[in-house]
């Protein structure tokens, strides 16, 4: 079953509003979690490494600003998209290391398709 | 700068038979490779990894063959499946820096 969770699949929201995206990590903990973004026929993009209590590392060319991550418990990070405008419509996938012994194992969430109109 | 390159968008083999997809990578630090299966609207799914330090491992049908020197690893499935058919992602990762690193993907296509 899965062992990421994300919430929700799908987003369609108007130009202009925020969207907030969730990601848990289900009965295990995850002090690191992963960003991801990706376009249509194209590889995933890291966007941004997701901290458990201290801030959130941003790739090269993204806004923080723009894609607030938040990083609530040792479960759950979430990743909000501000005053979406169409150019973000796009697939954002998160992804948690499962445990200690194997760290550069990632998983992956079911990953949210935003629509913004 | 690419690191990880998939250079066939797309593959297409006959069930039964062997699926070979290719990877290359030019950073040579990588300590890790992995191969991810993905579906249209889903998350990417863990397949098989392997160490840089080996030159094969094997799990089921899933066999993944590593050349260091060549800087190039592949995946090779067999006997392919229909449900088999999806993208697949290589990917790198480097010890102390936990990013995955991925491949651009190939689309395979099993023919029934």
């Known amino acids: 079953g899965a062992v990421v969770s994300q919430h929700p699949s799908r987003v369609i929201c108007k130009s202009g509003t925020s969207v907030k995206i969730e990601c848990r990590s289900l009965d295990f903990q995850a002090t690191t979690m992963f960003w991801y973004r990706q376009f249509p026929k194209q590889s995933l993009m890291l966007m941004a490494t997701s901290n458990e209590g201290s801030k959130a590392t941003y790739e090269q060319g993204v806004e923080k600003d723009k894609f607030l991550i938040n990083h609530a418990s040792l479960t759950l990070s979430t990743l909000t998209v501000t005053s979406a405008h169409p150019e973000d419509s796009s697939f954002y996938i998160c992804?948690?290391?499962?445990?200690?012994?194997?760290?550069?194992?990632?998983?992956f969430g079911a990953g949210t398709r935003l629509s913004v109109l | 700068d690419q690191q990880v390159k998939q250079n066939s968008p797309s593959l297409s083999v006959q069930e039964g038979r062997i699926s070979i997809l290719n990877c290359d990578y030019t950073?040579?630090?990588?300590?890790?490779f992995l191969w991810y299966k993905k579906y249209p609207a889903e998350g990417p799914t863990f397949l098989i990894s392997i160490s840089s330090i080996k030159d094969k491992n094997e799990d089921g049908r899933f066999t993944v063959f590593l050349n260091k020197s060549a800087k190039h690893l592949s995946l090779h499935i067999v006997p392919s499946q229909p449900g088999d058919s999806a993208v697949y992602f290589c990917?790198?990762?480097?010890?102390?820096?936990?990013?995955?690193?991925f491949g651009t993907g190939t689309r395979l296509t099993i023919i029934p």
């Open positions: 950073n040579s630090m990588f300590d890790y």
């Open positions: 990917a790198a990762i480097k010890f102390g820096n936990e990013k995955l690193t």
């Open positions: 992804s948690a290391p499962l445990g200690e012994s194997q760290t550069y194992i990632q998983y």
